[in-house]
């Protein structure tokens, strides 16, 4: 049906889905049931039909090989260097999901295991999947800065302890509780509710986003 004048890679979709489970922030990772890397962790993904968006072989793939339906998915970037796929020229797109809680996930199609790791303690990965993890905290960490990304990874009302642990995990960073108790005082984008629970103000958080735009332009 298709004929091409000139060579064309492969496209594949890879699917990094980070989820916090009140104590880690963790990855869902498939074992390889199939070479290459038999045997070795990756994303669940896989290859682009020709008859499908990018997106749509996201979501399919994230379910074939997990058995977990994501439709808050965000692409971060696309890989393509020439040698990242010993089995043909490969370009990935790369696809960012955070969540608030754990989605039970069941191995199927060429997925031999479907696990959630720690994002500090990972396996070694294969393909270049270490490069993806490694640039989806570096976008995370980079829009945390300008968006309330970090609050996709907890529910709306949540314990100050929560939100230092994500934040401390995300951007790789110490604080005592005082000290980050301090910071989000100064930053006044929470709603104090009851029992130490606290929430997003987003009319806040937006002005806090514009003063910060202001200060730097």
Not at 44 to 72: K, Q, W
Not at 154 to 170: A, G
């Amino acid at each position: 049906m298709y004929t091409y004048k000139y060579p064309h890679p492969a496209i594949t979709a890879d699917c990094v889905v980070l989820a916090f489970d009140g104590k880690d922030i963790r990855v869902l990772l498939i074992e390889r049931k199939n070479n290459p890397y038999a045997g070795c962790w990756a994303f669940p993904g896989g290859f682009m039909e020709i008859d499908e968006a990018v997106e749509e072989s996201a979501r399919r793939e994230l379910i074939e090989e997990t058995g977990f339906p994501c439709d808050c998915f965000e692409q971060f970037h696309v890989f393509s260097k020439v040698d990242r796929d010993e089995r043909e020229r490969v370009v990935t797109v790369a696809f960012l999901a955070l969540l608030p809680y754990l989605p039970e996930v069941k191995a199927a199609d060429d997925a031999k295991r479907a696990e959630w790791h720690k994002l500090s303690e990972l396996p070694a990965l294969a393909f270049d999947h270490k490069e993806i993890i490694e640039e989806a905290q570096t976008v995370l960490r980079k829009r945390a800065r300008l968006e309330p990304v970090l609050f996709k990874l907890l529910p709306s009302s949540f314990k100050m302890e929560d939100l230092k642990t994500v934040y401390e995990q995300v951007h790789r960073v110490n604080m005592s509780n005082e000290e980050f108790k301090a910071k989000m005082d100064r930053l006044d984008f929470l709603d104090h509710n009851a029992d130490a629970i606290y929430s997003l103000n987003a009319d806040r958080y937006n002005k806090y986003v514009q003063e910060l735009m202001n200060a730097i332009f």
